[in-house]
């Protein structure tokens, strides 16, 4: 399960993505919501409490999934 996390002074938009996801959807994953977190996701008091759990739970389970085979490749 991965996280983001968009600070906006008074608001905050959330998003998350959880399921069995092949490798490259992974990768793609945790680079989209991990870069949107270190540069948007820290506007806002509680976003600057939340964001960094949030990245460090991304970098964690992207972590994890680094020793999954990589998908075959479509013939």
């Known amino acids: 399960e991965f996280y983001q996390n968009i600070g906006a002074l008074v608001v905050r938009y959330n998003k998350?993505?959880?399921g069995e996801l092949c490798k490259n959807c992974i990768t793609q994953t945790f680079w989209?919501?991990?870069l949107t977190n270190l540069f948007l996701g820290?506007?806002?008091v509680i976003s600057f409490i939340v964001t960094p759990f949030y990245i460090l739970n991304n970098i964690g389970r992207y972590l994890m999934s680094l020793s999954l085979p990589k998908p075959e490749e479509i013939k």
């Open 42 to 44: 820290w506007w806002g």
């Open 32 to 34: 989209r919501f991990t």
């Open 16 to 18: 998350s993505i959880k």
